[in-house]
């Protein structure tokens, strides 16, 4: 797959891969954290989740601003890092009130604006080479793939370490204690029988009080929650390091049109006021579409994470335990790495001995640890659903590559602007998945009343066949947006606009939070309808000017 691409791709791929580990460890039990430490609603939870979210996303713009016309892309980007890594650990210390919580989140939305966008604008460059531009779409699929491997990993991580540390205070995580053990110590919960249960359970007869058991379990998770926090400094470390020893790779990629301008580069590139406004407004056009597809997407980290908590089996069987732990999940994907190796078309006799030989290890290894598992009752936690579009994003990614690779042969390839229409469909469907599973569930409003989880309960297959479907439409929307952005962007502004993709994103996530009060009033299937509709009208809107967005790629 990486055949043929620069060596600075490598570079961005596993700088990234480490970036987007530390991000999705901390995201995976972002939400989970505010409401097992301060006892939230869904509501106000959603709010300061939406916000963070923005400011991830919108600042971007900023950092876009500082690499064209300051600082350059590669300095913007370790200056990224290192302010990431210090909102990571502000965030990792526990005992910590909100107010502490909301500096420690604009320090690493700010670290952020300056890393995300500015790689992407460095990877778009190593592309404005005519030897490897045809490549383009391709090597932002896989960059994206960097992403999703480190994200695939951060849920085991995020929820280990947070099992870990529960284990050393003699507790074990159950979703449903938080909420109920704040509901006692502010006096709203009627009915102490399951919390007294729990804790019985949990405490082993050390603890009886309840109050008292209440306010350890609480402490214990959040300060579980704090350590796995520190996971995501850490990552910070490992991309810093790969970034700077690797600069050779890049070091010709790391110019901006300004330095250009004033090097004379015989490269610089100048269009006229009329083709830096059609593209310009060809940007606008496609932000605002993928503003709702980000609103419905980024609902992985909030309401789903909720469905998955409140809604969805807490314990599965064997057969279906071994998707939902690493230990018997990686060696059966390892061993298909080692399959394709084996079998697939070109490999020389020295990689298919070594893909046998991947193969057949991650078999015996998945077959001893899959012999671990119970018959029955095997736990799973609502953060690890996370980690199925990731994983499905890096699996997927060559079949979509290949996919689109035949049909450009065939001369059928869709354009860039219509692929990101098509994936707008693709993720109205994935929601529609939504309402049929809700279907029949008490409404998260009755639940409130009640405490705990719904007395209905359904597969964790839904969920899964959820985000397999919006993996899809990302596949189909987000690498191809940003690798449109790259090619459309006037010279000057490359970091402003990939900036102001992820601006577009922001908006978008921002939304995905603040629909949360529609969440706590409405019927579940009303609220999933409501994406659907949102994203479908989205389509509608992006084929509309699909000819406008076309005439921009080739102005």
Known sequence: MFKGHPKGLYVAFFANMGERFGYYTMLAIFLLYLQSKFGWSTTQAGHVYGIFLFGIYFLPLLGGVIADNVLGYGKTILLGIIVMFSGYALLAMPGTGEYFIYLALAVI????GLFKGNLQALVGNMYDDPKYSKLRDSAF???????????FFAPSAAGGMRNWILARSGFTYDSAIPNLAHKFLNGTLENTSQLEAFAHTQAGGRITDLTEFCNQYIASISAAYNAGFAVAAVSMIASLAIFIGFRKYY????????????AKSSNLVELTASQTKDRLIALGLVFFVVMFFWMAFHQNGFTLTIFARDYTVSSVSRGSAIIFNLATFLPLLIAILGFVLLFGKGSSQKTKIIGALVAIGSII????????????????SPEIFQQFNPIFIVFVTPIIIGF??????????????????????????GFLIMVLASQGLMSPAELAVKGGVSDTLRSPYWLIGTYFTLTIA???????????????APPQFKGLAQGGWFGATAIGNMMAGFIGPFW?????????????CLTVLSAIFIFSILKRLERATTS
């Open 141 to 151: 699929n896989l960059f994206y793939m960097g992403i999703n491997i480190g994200a």
């Open 404 to 429: 689109f690779a035949y049909l450009s042969k065939n001369g059928k390839e869709p354009s860039s602007p219509k692929k990101i229409g098509i994936g707008m469909l693709i993720t109205a469907i």
């Open 109 to 112: 939305s700010l670290g952020t």
């Open 365 to 380: 290894v998945a077959f001893f640890t899959i012999r671990q598992l119970q018959p029955e009752g095997n736990p799973i």
């Open 474 to 488: 990302e596949l189909f929307l987000s690498p191809i947006g940003i690798s449109f952005v790259s090619k459309v």
């Open 251 to 262: 070091k010709a990629a790391d110019v901006t049109h300004k330095q250009q301008k004033a």
């Open 520 to 532: 706590d009033k409405w019927q579940l299937w009303q609220f999933f309808m409501l994406l659907v």
